[in-house]
């Protein structure tokens, strides 16, 4: 299993941006992609996990602005994409995808086991 992040950079504040994982070495149905973020000092945490189009989760972190955020999936590219809107310099952070395995039961994409994270790619949002 490998993942590649990329589309990270420096974004000024409001600004968006699109995050894409580019996954390969297993079949699209038989994984979960997120998204996580870590921030300097700071614990990794959950931004977005998608199993299909009718099966995403969001960050309760961004519960308050639903609309920042939007997963989707390509399975015939295996890729999944992460668009980020009206970035805050809270965002600032290296943001990781990562896959996790569909094997037992879930009530969401967020309880299931991350065990293959990407290199993560950076995101820098300036005031």
């Known amino acids: 299993v490998q993942l590649q992040a990329s589309g990270g950079g420096l974004v000024q504040f409001g600004g968006s941006l699109t995050l894409s994982c580019a996954a390969s070495?297993?079949?699209?149905?038989?994984?979960?992609i997120g998204w996580f973020r870590q921030a300097p000092g700071k614990e990794r945490e959950g931004v977005a996990c998608i199993i299909d189009s009718d099966d995403t989760a969001y960050s309760p972190h961004y519960v308050k602005g639903a609309d920042r955020l939007t997963i989707s999936r390509d399975n015939a590219k295996n890729t999944v994409n992460l668009q980020i809107n009206n970035l805050k310099p809270e965002d600032t952070a290296v943001y990781y995808c990562?896959?996790?395995?569909?094997?037992?039961?879930?009530?969401?994409?967020?309880?299931?086991?991350?065990?293959?994270y990407g290199q993560g790619t950076q995101v820098t949002v300036s005031s």
């Open positions: 070495g297993f079949s699209s149905n038989t994984y979960a």
């Open positions: 990562a896959a996790a395995k569909l094997v037992g039961t879930w009530s969401n994409c967020f309880g299931l086991w991350y065990d293959y």
